[in-house]
T-cell receptor
């Protein structure tokens, strides 16, 4: 079945550093989404990508939809302590198909 | 506007019992999806309902079922609970489906003892 691969499982960075996360798949997706989950809460949508090659920013976050439609990346610039959390990528193959999630990357930011 | 509301937040059940979880979507949202989240497996898709019809289904046993009412509220039921069903169950709503980005609730933490 469809799977999204995110690695590593955990990342540790220093406050102020930039960090990049990748998400890959063996299947094509027509929509890529990036979510962040804080402890005890549900995931919150950060960025949505709808077109191959699309580059979208949301504040210090930038995400790109890979041209092969099999990957996406998320970049966080100038990290701050509140960036701590689990970052999930998610993909959707077709308009009414389910949303498939990667297993997430836990980000820790050292002050 | 109010977000996605899931009740209860926490639940402890005994093996063999059954449980019903509730989800109230954002007003106007007709798509409701359910996910099971565990530390080892991440977010696993259970099913999606759109306008009271099940539109997509994940690979979970028949013990997991759901339904959606005419006001778009959804319930999820798990019968004959097993220890492995302990998880955070998340509900997400969307106006049209995932293509428009889901909004998640805070989840129901189910513990089976």
């Amino acid at each position: 079945g469809q799977q999204l691969n995110q690695s590593p499982q955990s990342m540790f960075i220093q406050e102020g550093e930039d960090v990049s996360m990748n998400c890959t798949s063996s299947s094509i997706f027509n929509t890529w989404l990036w979510y962040k989950q804080d402890p005890g809460e549900g995931p919150v949508l950060l960025i949505a990508l709808y077109k191959a090659g699309e580059l979208t920013s949301n504040g210090r976050l930038t995400a790109q939809f890979g041209i092969t439609r099999k990957d996406s990346f998320l970049n966080i610039s100038a990290s701050i302590p509140s960036d701590v959390g689990i970052y999930f990528c998610a993909g959707q193959a077709g308009a009414n198909s389910k949303l498939t999630f990667g297993k997430g990357i836990t980000l820790s930011v050292r002050p | 506007k109010a977000g996605v509301t899931q009740t209860p937040r926490y639940l402890i059940k005994t093996r063999g019992q059954q449980v019903t979880l509730s989800c109230s979507p954002i007003s106007g949202h007709r798509s409701v999806s359910w996910y099971q989240q565990t530390p080892g497996q991440g977010l696993q898709f259970l099913f999606e309902y759109f306008s009271e019809t099940q539109r997509n289904k994940g690979n979970f046993p028949g013990r997991f079922s759901g339904r959606q009412f005419s006001n778009s509220r959804s319930e999820m039921n798990v019968s004959t609970l097993e220890l492995g069903d302990s998880a955070l169950y998340l509900c997400a709503s969307s106006s049209q489906g995932a293509n428009y980005g889901y909004t998640f609730g805070s989840g129901t933490r189910l513990t089976v003892v």
